[in-house]
């Protein structure tokens, strides 16, 4: 027999505030004319005109954020990628308080969200890909109330993937706890794989000692490899299956009838221009 998950209903957990790596360089979209963040993909109605505008891929994050609360955001940004800053400043336009870290360069987006890790330690994390479009609108309220409800160290959003190929599939029981995270398999039977999550300072605090600890550095070419990340970044699902294996608790809210995009490749663009705009 299992046991029910615990139930926390009067303990006081901390603010939830958005976190989102945008570090990386698009290589696979080059030649590319601005940061895949700000490329249009839809519309959206300007609310003191009425009129349309368009609607660039970041902000369909952002609005999920702001459906569920969350009132302020980190981004974190190479140096060099400052049409991110201009086009979103404080963040007025998306309707919450934005703030930028800006950094050198980065192995991933691993190395990428530490690197806030002192802005961020004492708050919960809504982490999403700012280039992965999915639903639904409510997606993080519902993954935060899991995360309150069974009180794990983070809980990560599925969704049915088409090609297990090139994403990280997730392994669950009966109760939605994660067991394994599979990187990118060539055959498998699994079908939900993960594109963003919600987690608690105990995984922000496991994250940032992954990255310190000598073994992670000893390991590095290993952990890097293609078959973890094609572009060889330093892949988030490499952490988290270090958390599991450490044993924190991972847990999963499934959307089955939902779809989830990477318009980080130029095929996925297309679709996510069509899908968006109804070309």
Request: with cysteine; aromatic share 10%.
């Amino acid at each position: 027999m299992t046991s029910s998950p615990p139930d926390h209903p009067h303990r006081s957990w901390p603010e939830v505030v958005g976190l989102i790596p945008a570090a990386g360089q698009a290589k696979r979209l080059q030649p590319f004319p601005c940061s895949k963040e700000l490329f249009p993909v839809g519309f959206t109605t300007d609310p003191k005109t009425g009129a349309p505008r368009p609607k660039v891929a970041a902000q369909y994050l952002l609005e999920k954020f702001q459906a569920a609360g969350i009132s302020k955001t980190f981004l974190v940004i190479r140096k060099g990628k400052w049409d991110l800053p201009n086009y979103f400043q404080e963040g007025a336009g998306v309707g919450m308080s934005l703030a930028y870290v800006v950094i050198p360069g980065s192995l991933g987006p691993p190395d990428t969200l530490d690197r806030a890790y002192p802005f961020i330690a004492q708050y919960r994390i809504a982490f999403g890909f700012p280039d992965i479009l999915f639903g639904p609108s409510d997606a993080y309220r519902r993954v935060i109330e899991e995360q309150e409800r069974t009180g794990a160290d983070a809980v990560l959003g599925l969704h049915r993937i088409d090609d297990p190929r090139v994403w990280d599939m997730v392994d669950i029981d009966a109760d939605g706890r994660v067991r394994e995270i599979v990187m990118k398999p060539p055959v498998t039977a699994l079908t939900f794989g993960w594109c963003f999550a919600v987690w608690t300072p105990a995984f922000s605090e496991f994250l940032h000692r992954f990255l310190c600890a000598d073994e992670t550095k000893q390991n590095m070419g290993f952990l890097i490899s293609t078959a973890n990340d094609p572009g060889r970044d330093l892949a988030m699902g490499v952490v988290l299956q270090a958390a599991i294996t450490a044993g924190l608790a991972i847990h999963s809210v499934q959307f089955p009838q939902e779809c989830c995009l990477d318009i980080g490749t130029p095929e996925n663009l297309v679709k996510a221009v069509r899908l968006y705009t109804g070309n």
